[in-house]
């Protein structure tokens, strides 16, 4: 306190003295204690790692992991101690308990080994390879669509007789709710949030992104819906915490044009791949991931990185590491 500070305050004290007024002394409030360190692991498949997003990270290569995908920026907007990103294109739930093996014939270990005991906060997006759910449609719907431009021949080829594709989406929620129960015997004090997928569709109408015959769009929309809650009920029943992305994706999907967070069919190699998160998408997801977990807005004015020193690099694999399998 200055000493014309300290004079005033003498003053008014004194005047309030004479007055037959008692003085109360105000105290600064004591400052808020600075939160605790944060030691952040992000697990996933492509949608978490954002292949063809710059800049591409090579611990390993085959795993198609950006330097912007979003646990890297949300790394940046919660400043974390320590941020490990094992997130690997290709995951498929399983990936988290097991080698997985990625291209260039290496291997990487299973997700799960990056987990501690001192783990905080843990991100988990996985499910979408499963049964080979997204890959199949993607693959088929565009090929079948002359066929049949107005009806549906994707998701006839699919029924046999039953509607293959709903199955497996409800099917997803059993192995990842064992995957999570395993994160929390792994990081007990870790704070988990699966994360779900954004919106790849639109609500209503077509577009040239994403060449679908018009009967496939609502099917398809409704199976990633299914899928989604398949990831809210493994949340809920093992304690996490889903993050649903719908909300913050609308008007983002595949078909937005310049608001897409989402590529369409087209590989573009430095953006995007084919049906995955653009950069802007990365950023998008990340805001919400981190409202979820803070309840306030993350900065809006910059791009975020992690902080200097906090990245966790992962081993480099060997190729043909013994224990791998398909």
């Known amino acids: 306190m200055s000493s014309r500070t300290v004079v005033a305050t003498v003053v008014v004290a004194a005047a309030l003295a004479a007055a037959g007024v008692v003085a109360v002394q ?27 997003v710059p800049d591409a990270r090579s611990d390993p ?3 198609f992991r950006s330097t912007n995908n979003y646990p890297a920026y949300l790394a940046g907007y919660l400043g974390v101690r320590s941020y490990r990103d094992v997130t690997c294109s290709g995951a498929q739930t399983r990936d988290l308990l097991r080698p997985q093996r ?49 009806g549906a021949p994707c998701r006839r080829s699919f029924t046999r007789p039953v509607d ?29 949030y699966v994360v779900g997928y954004p919106r790849l569709l639109p609500e209503s109408g077509r577009c040239l992104a994403v060449p679908f015959a018009a009967g496939d769009y609502p099917w398809g929309r409704r199976v990633e819906r299914l899928l989604n809650d398949s990831l809210s009920g493994a949340a809920e029943r093992s304690g ?19 608001r897409a967070w989402l590529n369409g069919s087209q590989t573009l190699f430095g953006l995007a791949a084919g049906f995955h998160p653009f950069q802007e998408g990365m950023r998008g997801i990340a805001r919400a991931v981190h409202a979820s977990i ?33």
């Open 102 to 150: 990625m291209a260039f014939g290496q291997t990487t270990p299973p997700q799960l080994d990056a987990l501690s005991a001192g783990t905080d906060l843990v991100t988990v997006g996985i499910g979408g390879n499963d049964f080979g759910l997204f890959g199949s449609i993607i693959g088929t719907c565009g090929v079948l669509r002359d066929r049949d431009p107005r």
């Open 61 to 63: 290569p085959g795993c």
């Open 294 to 326: 803070t309840g306030e807005p993350a900065p809006r004015n910059a791009d975020a990185e992690p902080p200097p020193g906090s990245v966790v690099r992962n081993a480099q694999p060997q190729t043909g590491q013994p224990g791998a399998r398909n």
């Open 26 to 52: 105000f105290r600064t409030p004591a400052p808020e204690p600075a939160p605790e360190p944060v030691d952040y692991v992000a697990l996933g498949d492509s949608f978490s790692a954002g292949p063809l």
């Open 240 to 258: 996490a915490t889903f993050v649903d992305l719908y909300p913050a994706s609308r008007h983002h999907d595949a078909c937005a044009g310049s």
């Open 164 to 192: 293959t594709k709903a199955r497996d989406a409800r099917r997803v929620e059993v192995g990842v709710a064992r995957v999570l129960r395993a994160v929390a015997r792994r990081a007990p004090q870790a704070e988990v």
